[in-house]
């Protein structure tokens, strides 16, 4: 209180001190002025062209990256998976997650440069500990169905990911300004799916009765989980990531009224959280299949919308308003196709997405077995194609149409 009262004294005496001086000095006070904001408009300009377009800021073209970039649709990755077998350790040191997440990045030149990991992968530095296996994917052998296993979790322990932080550091200073830093996390109830379940599900069986029968025990853990991700979250950002994605992956498996009980509120907490310390920062959240929550989805603070390849680019951008940044949504499939169909789509994609407020994407991870000629192609579109050459553009689709016509 009394620094703010100093603070407002000192203001007045700048103002009256301003008031009394020369007036030839208020030109010195312009210039200084015009350059104090030209430095901040550089400074803003300096930022990766992902981070401008999340922001929704004024760029010449969309930038793009694809989810799961990195991972076994590459020869590079498959050749060093076979060195190094264990995913637990592909992700959780420091060297073998920068040369995975740069991979990509070597071959394609992407916008955005995500970091090697797993939505699971700060689970023991909660209390948690996780195996993966090869063929069932990830496995907690004591799942939390009770209120004495609750217990367990406990406040996120950072010291358990020093290699996060390590490889987010290095990866700025090997990408440099090219692209932006990705980091990401699981959103509260996907992770919960995962902690009440012991494994990966369809059908979400047990997760759902207990929201009916033990309501008390998944608000603890959800909340649990949003405090300890919104720290996490920080930490990436702090350690060098430029933006952050939300997986709500499994967000789309409730009913509207069920994920306005069990998954909204929490997001909308772990992004107030981030947002008061690093409002700079876009977050970014994306759920599969989530064609029926896209509004709900804009209400939670994101700064930008995951769209997934079932929904329509125009549709989703009348529902979620002008002035909500969005991110897709090709589908994955398109990239098993020839160079036309992955044009067609691209351009459709960019054309309904409008110039201003978008991150190219595809709607879902990149597929194993898809050719890497067919992610070069689409990467060197995203290049090429121009916010300002768009409206002359006649997809090769048409072209082919009018031709048969």
């Known amino acids: 209180m009394h620094g703010t009262m100093r603070a407002a004294a000192a203001a007045q005496q700048q103002t009256a001190a301003a008031a009394a001086a020369p007036r030839r000095a208020a030109p010195a006070g312009r210039a200084r002025a015009v350059r104090a904001r030209a430095a901040a408009d550089a400074a803003a300009s300096a930022d990766p062209l992902l981070v401008r377009a999340a922001r929704g800021e004024a760029v010449e073209r969309a930038p793009c990256w694809m989810m799961r970039q990195a991972g076994r649709y590459q020869a590079a990755y498959r050749e060093l998976a076979r060195k190094h077998p264990s995913?637990?350790?592909?992700?959780?040191?420091?060297?073998?997650?920068v040369d995975i997440s740069l991979q990509p990045f070597r071959s394609f030149r992407p916008d955005g440069v995500i970091l090697f990991s797993d939505i699971l992968t700060?689970?023991?530095?909660?209390?948690?500990?996780?195996?993966?296996?090869?063929?069932?994917?990830?496995?907690?052998e004591h799942p939390i169905r009770s209120m004495e296993q609750l217990s367990q979790l406990h406040a996120l322990d950072l010291s358990q990911l020093t290699f996060v932080g390590d490889a987010l550091g290095a990866l700025r200073s090997e990408v440099g300004g090219a692209a932006a830093v990705l980091g990401?996390?699981?959103?509260?109830?996907?992770?919960?799916?995962?902690?009440?379940?012991?494994?990966?599900?369809s059908l979400y069986k047990t997760i759902k009765s207990m929201a009916q029968s033990q309501p008390a025990l998944l608000e603890g853990m959800l909340g649990a989980l949003a405090e300890g991700m919104a720290e996490y979250m920080c930490y990436q950002i702090e350690a060098g990531a430029q933006a952050i994605q939300v997986f709500d992956s499994w967000g789309g498996q409730l009913p509207p009224r069920e994920w306005d009980r069990w998954s909204g509120p929490y997001l909308r907490r772990m992004i107030a959280t981030v947002k008061a310390r690093h409002p700079r920062v876009p977050l970014t959240l994306y759920a599969n299949g989530s064609g029926g929550l896209l509004e709900r989805?804009?209400?939670?603070?994101?700064?930008?919308?995951?769209?997934?390849?079932?929904?329509?680019?125009?549709?989703a951008r009348r529902r979620l308003g002008a002035g909500q940044s969005v991110q897709g949504n090709v589908d994955p499939v398109v990239l098993f196709a020839e160079?036309?169909?992955?044009?067609?789509?691209?351009?459709?994609?960019?054309?309904?997405?409008?110039?201003?407020?978008?991150?190219?994407?595809?709607?879902?991870?990149?597929?194993?077995?898809?050719?890497e000629d067919a992610v070069a192609h689409m990467f060197e579109l995203s290049k090429s194609i121009k916010y300002a050459d768009l409206p002359n553009m006649q997809r090769p689709a048409q072209q082919q149409r009018a031709l048969v016509s």
């Open 122 to 140: 700060p689970l023991p530095a909660l209390g948690v500990p996780f195996e993966i296996d090869d063929n069932k994917g990830p496995l907690i």
């Open 297 to 315: 989805m804009g209400a939670t603070g994101a700064d930008v919308i995951g769209l997934d390849w079932t929904v329509d680019m125009a549709d």
């Open 87 to 97: 995913f637990r350790a592909r992700s959780e040191t420091t060297e073998l997650i």
């Open 184 to 201: 990401f996390v699981g959103s509260p109830w996907t992770l919960a799916t995962y902690l009440v379940e012991g494994a990966s599900s």
């Open 339 to 371: 160079r036309a169909a992955i044009e067609d789509a691209v351009v459709d994609c960019l054309t309904k997405a409008g110039p201003r407020g978008h991150i190219l994407n595809l709607g879902h991870g990149v597929l194993v077995g898809t050719p």
